[in-house]
């Protein structure tokens, strides 16, 4: 009994790893923010879209993994410029992150300052096509990357549930 429940547990491990993701059509933004909220496809699809071209994508250690192309997408910077944070003075701004989180829990982080105040910022964008295809008719849905990374496939997060904001004690 007991061998067949490790058995049952060692299968349900593996099944998850390598599923395949459900598409997230939507994300929030929480954490030390005044407000919370809840960006749709609708909301993205009202921010200026800007052409990025073609990436390629590297495994997290820089081996070419493959080429994507035509990218569109909108700014992380643009959408987050409206969230407030709850900071008791700007120059605290300096102590938050924003840790962005695929729905399986895959983690990617954004300094503040490196989305607001240096130029990798203004190439972070949400993903709203690739390849020609939108992204609400993509499995990897709502998908984020920072096309000057050295190594693409790190930042280059898929399905994007969650971005939850924090503040370095
Ligand atoms: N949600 C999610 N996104 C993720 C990962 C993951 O495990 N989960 N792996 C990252 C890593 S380590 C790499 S190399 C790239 C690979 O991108 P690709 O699947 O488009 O080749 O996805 C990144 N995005
Ligand atoms: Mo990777």
């Given at each position: 009994?007991?061998?067949?429940l490790?058995l049952f547990?060692l299968y349900?491990?593996?099944?998850y790893?390598?599923?395949p993701?459900?598409q997230t059509?939507?994300?929030s933004?929480t954490g030390?923010?005044?407000?919370?909220?809840?960006i749709t496809?609708?909301?993205?699809?009202?921010?200026?879209v800007?052409?990025?071209?073609?990436i390629?994508v590297?495994?997290h250690l820089g081996?070419?993994k493959?080429?994507?192309?035509?990218?569109?997408?909108?700014?992380?910077?643009?959408?987050?410029?409206?969230?407030?944070l709850?900071?008791?003075?700007?120059?605290?701004?300096?102590?938050?992150y924003?840790a962005c989180?695929?729905?399986d829990?895959y983690v990617v982080?954004y300094?503040?300052?490196?989305?607001?105040n240096t130029e990798v910022g203004?190439h972070?964008?949400?993903?709203?096509?690739k390849n020609?295809?939108?992204?609400?008719?993509?499995?990897?849905?709502?998908q984020?990357?920072?096309t000057?990374?050295?190594?693409?496939g790190?930042?280059?997060?898929?399905?994007l549930?969650?971005?939850?904001?924090g503040?370095v004690?």
């Amino acid at each position: 009994m007991k061998k067949l429940l490790i058995l049952f547990l060692l299968y349900g491990t593996f099944a998850y790893a390598q599923g395949p993701l459900k598409q997230t059509l939507s994300f929030s933004i929480t954490g030390q923010v005044k407000n919370g909220s809840v960006i749709t496809m609708d909301s993205l699809n009202s921010y200026p879209v800007k052409t990025i071209g073609d990436i390629k994508v590297t495994d997290h250690l820089g081996t070419f993994k493959h080429e994507d192309d035509q990218l569109k997408g909108v700014l992380l910077k643009d959408i987050l410029s409206h969230t407030v944070l709850a900071a008791s003075s700007p120059k605290l701004y300096s102590r938050f992150y924003f840790a962005c989180t695929g729905n399986d829990g895959y983690v990617v982080v954004y300094s503040w300052n490196e989305l607001f105040n240096t130029e990798v910022g203004n190439h972070v964008f949400i993903l709203m096509e690739k390849n020609g295809i939108k992204a609400a008719k993509m499995p990897e849905s709502i998908q984020m990357t920072s096309t000057t990374d050295f190594k693409t496939g790190r930042r280059y997060l898929h399905n994007l549930d969650k971005i939850v904001v924090g503040e370095v004690q």
